[in-house]
């Protein structure tokens, strides 16, 4: 087990980038995964089942931490667990001269509809990130997703204490009538979790923790991988807003305190 | 699970280009129509539409509606600040433009374990149609007020007027007053007199037949010709105690100015041509033809059956109106057609026009759903009602042969005989039902009141009679209302609402008349989105 892992610096929505892809019905463009939430998103043309997305970053930027390393992720997505997943980062579009995660199947893992692929620490800089997704039994006869990151990742020295939670939710309304019986207005599932980082240190508080204090706040969306190292990171991954962010506090000599909740973004 | 997406048909202030805009609770994508269109997840209270039948002919002429408003989040850019609605505020109109509510299941996926949009939101159960009145916003939501379809029948029927211009337009002393339509048969109205000079007389703004031309009360003028157009009508030469007419244009004149009063009896068509026989093809003339809505936007096929019933009832009916010099709207017109029948006119879940009957539910009749313990929740209440219908009625009257001029003493001519005038001083007759002597309604209820006349546009005085004694039926007993709260998921499941406004219906429930099972009739429908709950009024 690894340490969590929180990104909060995302390509896809820094003011310098530009996003692009190969194919989108109207009104679907992959600029709207800088969206806040997982409607519209982008889509493709019905019959494109395989397309690529690409972000342009402007200048040559570090898509992966020196320690922790990177990630590049889309949510929200119609991906069967049959599709396969690339990212390649280049010095020109489409490239893979910095880094090729090659194709990668078996990642997107039914009922969570996500698919996340790490970036090893110490790649290199790249202008370029390529996204590329072949679903060819996709059942809708195109492929979709709500939301989307890439960008470097933040682990804390040491990981959040025992106690942390993660799991499926529901707000669905009930409605028992005078027999008893339960009749249930069905809302979505969504996930959210709750953790807290106990030892964390004065660089960490005055560099990571309020710099997403900062930037997303309880605004935009963060990304958190409780265990990137977890076979099950797939289903583990939460990408959402930040619910719950006590200020950091200085718990005992040297040792600084920090509570978050995050709520899966839908 | 069931997305509630709403379709707005705005357009550009700038062009009137359609600009239509879409919205849901949930968020939808519409992957049936191409390009897709996405239902912004930005609702936040979808509104609703509160309908109620009016109980009684006295306590309204339509079916009561209220609708709450459509409201959504105006999202902020992070960055910018801007509000995704800011722009489209000003750019947008929305005001008098169809909106649409419909209830669209998403599809779940087993296979990938998430949940799909698959079906067509026009596929969806329709929960509202009608328009937008109007927009606000205060910075952080957006709001839209909306009302059902019948706005239309709220407003004056008539807008053609005399231009004053001489000939067809009138002399100057009746500009801009509504030329008089005529609609189905009425009897003794008084004609817009449009050229003093060749007396010539207008009653409808459409064709006619069968016209009697009273002066005084006595039907003393011959008919010479009949003309195609107003033009050949004025051309023509007549003497005295000649009249002609022009039946395409609603037109006659005499051949001598009149000493008394000239009044006439007629049958008015529709513009189309079409010849109205009863009370009903009035109704759907005067939606269709001179509301202008479309066949598509009225129920024809309820209002289809309910005109069956009706016949089975009372037979045909001959029914009409004029309206002479006033301008009445057509809720008015629709209210003297349709109230003795005691129906009113209100729209369906779909947002079409619909007439719906006030009925006495037949105890061991059949019903179209059966609600218990098991469907409704806890709260069900009796519910008053209406003044003048708290206690059964002993007495109730229909008015029919309406006469359209009253008329008495030196304003008809000495040859009207004595019954006659005795018709002609009364504004209509009255039929009535009764119940009066020992174990009458009367005896047991000793503050049961006489109710008003319910005036109508029958024309005999058999038909009105049914209809007073089938009014004696449903108010001569006592009557109850109750509202029920029931989870959306039964009365709105997704094969379709499992019961609409007039529908019949047994209920159990351990409240008052309903503890032992009753069948009531769906008065009421108040389908609660935010709470997840319809609310049923039910009459028995």
């Not at chain 2, 009257?397 to 018709?423: D, E, H, I, Y």
């Given at each position: 087990?690894?340490?969590?892992?929180?990104?909060?610096?995302n390509?896809?929505?820094?003011s310098?980038?530009?996003?692009?892809?190969?194919?989108?019905?109207?009104?679907?463009?992959?600029?709207?995964?800088?969206?806040?939430?997982?409607?519209?998103?982008?889509?493709?043309?019905?019959?494109?089942?395989?397309?690529s997305?690409?972000?342009?970053?402007?200048?040559?930027?570090?898509?992966?931490?020196?320690?922790?390393?990177?990630?590049?992720?889309?949510f929200?997505?119609?991906?069967?667990?049959?599709?396969?997943?690339?990212?390649?980062?280049?010095?020109?579009q489409?490239?893979?001269?910095?880094?090729?995660?090659g194709?990668?199947?078996?990642?997107?893992?039914?009922?969570?509809?996500?698919?996340?692929i790490?970036?090893?620490?110490?790649?290199?800089?790249?202008?370029?990130?390529?996204?590329?997704?072949?679903?060819?039994?996709?059942?809708?006869?195109f492929i979709?997703?709500?939301?989307?990151?890439?960008?470097?990742?933040?682990?804390?020295?040491?990981?959040?204490?025992?106690?942390?939670?993660?799991?499926?939710?529901?707000?669905?309304?009930?409605?028992?009538?005078?027999?008893?019986?339960?009749?249930?207005?069905?809302?979505?599932?969504y996930?959210?979790?709750?953790?807290a980082?106990?030892l964390?240190?004065?660089?960490?508080?005055?560099?990571n923790?309020?710099?997403?204090?900062?930037?997303?706040?309880?605004?935009?969306?963060?990304?958190?991988?409780?265990?990137p190292?977890?076979?099950?990171?797939?289903?583990?991954?939460?990408?959402?807003?930040?619910?719950?962010?006590?200020?950091?506090?200085?718990?005992?000599?040297?040792?600084?305190?920090?509570?978050?909740?995050i709520?899966?973004?839908? | 699970?069931?997305?509630i997406?709403?379709?707005?048909?705005?357009?550009?202030?700038?062009t009137?280009?359609?600009a239509?805009?879409?919205?849901?609770?949930?968020?939808?994508?519409?992957?049936?129509?191409?390009?897709?269109?996405?239902?912004?997840?930005?609702?936040?209270?979808?509104?609703?539409?509160?309908?109620?039948?009016?109980?009684?002919?006295?306590?309204?002429?339509?079916?009561?509606?209220?609708?709450?408003?459509?409201?959504?989040?105006?999202?902020?850019?992070?960055?910018?600040?801007a509000?995704?609605?800011?722009s489209?505020?000003?750019?947008?109109?929305?005001?008098?433009?169809?909106?649409?509510?419909t209830l669209?299941?998403?599809?779940?996926?087993?296979?990938?374990g998430?949940?799909?949009?698959?079906?067509?939101v026009?596929?969806?159960?329709?929960a509202?149609s009608?328009?937008?009145?109007?927009?606000?916003?205060?910075?952080?939501?957006?709001?839209?007020?909306?009302r059902?379809?019948?706005?239309?029948l709220?407003?004056?029927?008539?807008?053609?007027?005399?231009?004053?211009?001489g000939?067809?337009?009138?002399?100057?002393?009746?500009?801009?007053?509504?030329?008089?339509?005529?609609?189905?048969?009425?009897?003794?109205?008084?004609p817009?007199?449009?050229?003093?000079?060749?007396?010539t007389?207008?009653?409808s703004?459409?064709s006619?037949a069968?016209?009697?031309?009273?002066?005084?009360?006595?039907?003393?003028f011959?008919?010479?010709?009949?003309?195609?157009?107003?033009?050949?009508?004025?051309?023509?030469?007549?003497?005295?105690?000649?009249?002609?007419?022009?039946?395409?244009?609603?037109?006659f004149?005499?051949?001598?100015?009149?000493?008394?009063?000239?009044?006439?009896?007629?049958?008015?068509?529709?513009?189309s041509?079409?010849t109205?026989?009863?009370?009903?093809d009035?109704?759907?003339?005067?939606?269709?033809?001179?509301?202008?809505?479309?066949s598509?936007?009225?129920?024809?096929?309820?209002?289809?059956?309910?005109?069956?019933?009706?016949?089975?009832?009372?037979?045909?009916?001959?029914?009409g109106?004029?309206?002479?010099?006033?301008?009445?709207?057509?809720?008015?017109?629709?209210?003297?057609?349709?109230?003795?029948?005691?129906?009113s006119?209100?729209t369906?879940?779909?947002?079409?026009?619909?007439?719906?009957?006030?009925?006495?539910?037949?105890?061991v009749?059949?019903?179209?759903?059966e609600?218990t313990?098991?469907?409704?929740?806890?709260?069900?209440?009796?519910?008053?009602?209406?003044?003048?219908?708290?206690?059964?009625?002993?007495?109730r009257?229909?008015?029919?042969?309406?006469?359209?001029?009253?008329?008495?003493?030196?304003?008809?001519?000495?040859?009207?005989?004595?019954?006659?005038?005795?018709?002609?001083?009364?504004?209509?007759?009255?039929?009535?039902?009764s119940?009066?002597?020992?174990?009458?309604v009367r005896?047991?209820y000793?503050?049961?009141?006489d109710?008003?006349?319910?005036?109508?546009g029958?024309?005999d005085?058999?038909?009105?009679?049914?209809?007073a004694?089938?009014?004696?039926?449903?108010?001569?007993?006592?009557?109850?209302?109750?509202?029920?709260?029931?989870?959306?998921?039964v009365?709105?499941?997704?094969?379709?609402?499992?019961v609409?406004?007039?529908?019949?219906?047994?209920?159990?429930?351990p409240?008052?008349?309903l503890?032992?099972?009753?069948?009531?009739?769906?008065?009421?429908?108040?389908?609660?989105?935010?709470?997840?709950?319809?609310?049923?009024?039910?009459?028995l």
């Amino acid at each position: 087990m690894s340490n969590a892992a929180l990104g909060y610096m995302n390509f896809f929505t820094a003011s310098g980038s530009i996003v692009s892809d190969q194919s989108h019905a109207t009104g679907f463009g992959a600029a709207n995964l800088a969206g806040p939430v997982g409607l519209p998103g982008w889509q493709s043309v019905a019959g494109v089942k395989t397309t690529s997305i690409d972000i342009d970053a402007g200048v040559a930027v570090s898509w992966a931490d020196a320690a922790a390393g990177g990630a590049v992720g889309l949510f929200r997505t119609n991906f069967t667990n049959g599709a396969n997943l690339r990212v390649r980062l280049g010095t020109t579009q489409g490239a893979s001269d910095v880094y090729d995660s090659g194709i990668l199947t078996g990642v997107v893992q039914v009922g969570y509809g996500q698919g996340i692929i790490l970036i090893p620490a110490g790649t290199g800089a790249a202008r370029w990130m390529r996204f590329t997704i072949g679903d060819s039994t996709n059942p809708d006869n195109f492929i979709r997703a709500g939301l989307a990151f890439a960008g470097p990742l933040w682990q804390p020295a040491n990981n959040f204490a025992y106690g942390a939670t993660n799991g499926f939710q529901n707000d669905s309304d009930v409605q028992v009538t005078r027999g008893g019986q339960e009749y249930v207005n069905e809302k979505p599932n969504y996930r959210s979790g709750a953790f807290a980082f106990q030892l964390l240190t004065a660089s960490e508080v005055n560099g990571n923790v309020n710099d997403i204090d900062r930037t997303l706040s309880i605004k935009s969306n963060l990304l958190f991988l409780p265990d990137p190292a977890s076979s099950n990171l797939q289903k583990e991954a939460i990408f959402g807003r930040i619910t719950k962010s006590d200020q950091s506090a200085h718990s005992d000599f040297g040792i600084h305190t920090k509570n978050y909740a995050i709520r899966e973004r839908l | 699970m069931r997305a509630i997406c709403v379709t707005v048909a705005a357009v550009l202030a700038s062009t009137g280009a359609a600009a239509p805009f879409y919205l849901s609770d949930f968020g939808y994508i519409d992957n049936t129509v191409s390009p897709p269109i996405c239902y912004l997840p930005h609702l936040s209270q979808p509104g609703n539409s509160s309908r109620q039948m009016p109980i009684g002919p006295e306590n309204g002429n339509a079916v009561g509606a209220q609708w709450g408003d459509i409201a959504w989040i105006n999202p902020r850019d992070p960055i910018t600040g801007a509000g995704y609605w800011d722009s489209l505020i000003d750019s947008l109109i929305v005001a008098g433009r169809a909106v649409t509510i419909t209830l669209v299941e998403k599809t779940w996926d087993a296979a990938r374990g998430i949940w799909i949009d698959a079906n067509p939101v026009t596929g969806g159960l329709a929960a509202f149609s009608g328009i937008a009145l109007g927009w606000s916003t205060d910075g952080d939501s957006v709001t839209l007020h909306i009302r059902d379809n019948l706005a239309v029948l709220e407003q004056p029927l008539q807008d053609n007027f005399y231009s004053g211009a001489g000939g067809a337009g009138g002399t100057t002393d009746i500009a801009n007053q509504p030329i008089p339509k005529t609609r189905g048969v009425v009897t003794n109205v008084t004609p817009i007199l449009v050229d003093p000079a060749k007396n010539t007389y207008q009653i409808s703004d459409a064709s006619v037949a069968l016209l009697t031309v009273y002066e005084g009360g006595i039907a003393g003028f011959s008919l010479t010709s009949n003309f195609a157009t107003y033009a050949l009508l004025a051309a023509a030469t007549l003497t005295s105690g000649q009249y002609a007419t022009c039946l395409a244009q609603g037109y006659f004149r005499l051949g001598t100015t009149p000493v008394y009063d000239i009044t006439c009896d007629l049958r008015g068509n529709f513009p189309s041509g079409a010849t109205p026989s009863d009370t009903i093809d009035i109704v759907l003339g005067l939606l269709e033809e001179d509301c202008g809505i479309a066949s598509g936007s009225i129920n024809t096929a309820s209002i289809g059956a309910l005109q069956t019933l009706l016949a089975s009832l009372y037979g045909t009916n001959r029914s009409g109106f004029y309206t002479g010099s006033d301008n009445p709207t057509p809720i008015d017109l629709l209210s003297l057609l349709l109230n003795a029948y005691s129906c009113s006119v209100g729209t369906d879940l779909n947002g079409k026009v619909d007439i719906f009957q006030l009925v006495s539910p037949n105890p061991v009749g059949t019903t179209v759903a059966e609600f218990t313990t098991a469907h409704i929740l806890d709260g069900a209440q009796h519910v008053d009602l209406p003044d003048g219908v708290v206690i059964p009625n002993w007495r109730r009257s229909v008015s029919f042969q309406p006469n359209g001029t009253t008329q008495s003493g030196n304003t008809l001519k000495p040859g009207v005989t004595q019954a006659q005038r005795q018709v002609l001083a009364k504004p209509y007759a009255i039929a009535t039902w009764s119940s009066t002597g020992g174990g009458s309604v009367r005896a047991l209820y000793p503050t049961s009141l006489d109710a008003p006349i319910v005036l109508s546009g029958l024309i005999d005085g058999s038909a009105a009679q049914s209809m007073a004694t089938n009014l004696g039926a449903l108010w001569g007993v006592q009557r109850h209302l109750y509202d029920l709260s029931l989870p959306r998921a039964v009365i709105l499941p997704s094969s379709g609402p499992a019961v609409e406004l007039g529908a019949i219906i047994g209920v159990t429930f351990p409240i008052g008349k309903l503890a032992a099972r009753a069948v009531c009739e769906v008065v009421g429908m108040d389908p609660d989105f935010n709470g997840d709950t319809v609310t049923l009024r039910v009459f028995l």
